[in-house]
């Protein structure tokens, strides 16, 4: 398999990729085979690739015994994470490029999982390679946790249809409803030769829960989002071989004007502007360039902590394309996207052949590593460090990423709820206060001035209360939580 190289290369890119192509040649890092009844782990180049066959209660079986290390970590560590144990919600972004769009004419399926799960998620990535009983082959790139052996939100089979899984909004409809969907979309994995035959099982249901959906299929090639609730469903066709979703529903049908969602609508708007812009141009290095995009459409600039693709809480980057069935898995933390794609191939996994890949890896991102990424390591760690209730570290780390780049409001926000948790009111009023000076335009504003009103009515100061609640109305992002309470604080 031969993937068709840019026009256009950097030297240096270059090299590392004949570099990774050779090593694939030679064959692959595989680790120890460790067997389980008919299924089998054996990890690829760091990653964690798990081979589950059989019934449902043999592939269950394998699983546990498989993963009984990582299962048990990871709930260890979930449930001592201020996230995890509230299911804190993140954004994703979604992306399909093909025919005239693309160089190859190939269908390349771009996909971001953004949750703040840093510190766990990230740390337990898990590729399993699942053959069912008379049922299509499919994988799935989820987590080391066992209620992903009925759930899909990141997948593709062995016919060729891929897909990528995002939250939106919708009333009466929650975010803790999504594994609900996610095991509807195993049935699509397990059955599903078409996108037109997915759509069926998407439609029939049943559906308890809010999404958008990216369906591909790469014998076609075609692509479409699938926007969804528990009670009605719209799909978004492709556009001249482009379709892209972030986190909220754009249909007529689905729209929901309440949703505003400013993260969501800039990396929306975002993706527009780079398919337009590279448009003909897609192939395997410039869509991993889609999910390390760093641009901040509000700010004007490159911002690694803004309203951007690659977000600080990307914890699972994939890149499909089920043309020839391979897929690129990010390895290491969080952000995912900014390092290592290790290259697989759905039929080698199945045939037991993955040792003699040919798919090449995509290099790390050149920032990771330099000057410019420090900012980011401070913030990494600061955030890890408040994740897992270390606010002391939290403060020290974070108020250092704040000092390599006092441009960034999101470093100046963890900051400042870092000092709030350690009972600092007045440095944490200054860093949040710092924060908005910083970046007038970073969506986390209303979640910055809710802060400060909470900060000052436990203060007594009810003036300066007033003042940030009435800021938060005015934003009017369409969070309820941070609205009706600064409705109820203000007696409106």
């Known amino acids: ?32 085979r460790i067997e389980s009844g008919t299924g089998y782990r054996q990890d690829e180049e760091g990653i964690v690739v798990v081979h589950l066959r059989g019934s449902d209660d043999e592939i269950k079986s394998q699983l546990k015994a ?26 994703c972004t979604n992306f399909a490029a093909f025919g005239k769009a693309a160089t190859d004419g ?58 990528g899984y995002m ?20 049935k699509v994995m ?34 479409v989002v699938v926007e969804m609730t528990s009670k009605s469903l719209a799909v978004r066709r492709a556009n001249e071989g482009i379709v892209y979703a972030t986190n909220h529903f754009v249909s007529k049908e689905m729209f929901y004007p309440e949703d505003k969602d400013p993260n969501s609508y800039g990396r929306f708007e975002r993706l527009g502007k780079l398919a337009e812009q590279h448009y003909g141009k897609f192939d395997l290095k410039q869509t991993v360039a889609i999910l390390r ?7 004007g600039r490159a911002a690694l902590g803004g309203d951007i693709i690659a977000t600080p809480t990307n914890v699972l980057s994939v890149v499909f394309c089920p043309s020839d069935l391979t897929f690129w898995v990010a390895k290491a933390q969080a952000p995912a996207s900014f390092n290592e794609f290790v290259g697989f191939n759905l039929l080698d996994e199945v045939k037991g052949t993955q040792a003699k890949t040919t798919v090449p890896s995509v290099p790390a991102d050149p920032i990771v590593g330099s000057p410019a990424w420090k900012e980011m390591e401070k913030y990494l760690a600061g955030n890890l460090a408040y994740l897992f209730s270390d606010d002391s570290t939290a403060v020290e780390h974070l108020s250092k990423a704040v000092s390599l780049n006092p441009h960034s409001a999101l470093y100046g926000y963890r900051l400042g709820v870092a000092l709030v948790n350690m009972g600092k009111k007045e440095e944490a009023i200054a860093a949040f206060n710092d924060a908005l000076s910083a970046d007038s335009h970073i969506s986390l504003r209303a979640y910055i001035y809710y802060r400060l009103g909470r900060l000052y009515e436990e203060m007594g100061d009810k003036d ?5 609640f009435e800021k938060v109305l005015e934003l009017d992002i369409g969070d309820k939580s941070i609205e009706d309470y600064a409705q109820q604080a203000l007696g409106w």
């Open 293 to 299: 995009d760093h641009y901040d459409v509000y700010a």
């Open 167 to 186: 939250h939106s909004e919708a009333p009466d409809e929650s975010i803790m409803d999504a594994p609900n969907l996610w095991a509807l979309f195993r």
């Open 1 to 32: 398999m031969e993937l068709t190289k840019p026009k256009k290369v950097k030297a240096g890119y270059l090299l590392l990729v004949l570099i990774a192509l050779l090593i694939g040649c030679c064959g692959r890092n595989l680790g120890k």
């Open 106 to 163: 190939k269908l390349w399926h771009a996909r971001n999982f953004d949750l703040g799960g840093n510190g766990v998620l990230d740390c337990y990535r898990v590729v399993y390679i699942i053959e069912p009983i008379d049922k299509i082959p499919f994988i799935s790139i989820a987590f080391a946790d066992s209620c992903y052996l009925s759930l899909v939100h990141t997948g593709m089979n062995a016919k060729g249809i891929a897909l």
């Open 190 to 223: 397990e059955n599903a030769s078409t996108i037109e035959e997915a759509l069926a099982i998407l439609k029939a249901g049943p559906r308890k829960g809010v999404a958008n959906l990216l369906l591909a299929d790469g014998k076609v090639p075609e692509a």
């Open 464 to 468: 300066k209360m007033q003042a940030a």
């Open 66 to 91: 498989l993963l009984a290390d990582e299962i048990t970590d990871f709930y260890k560590k979930a449930m001592n994470h201020r996230l995890m144990r509230t299911f804190g919600y993140g954004g």
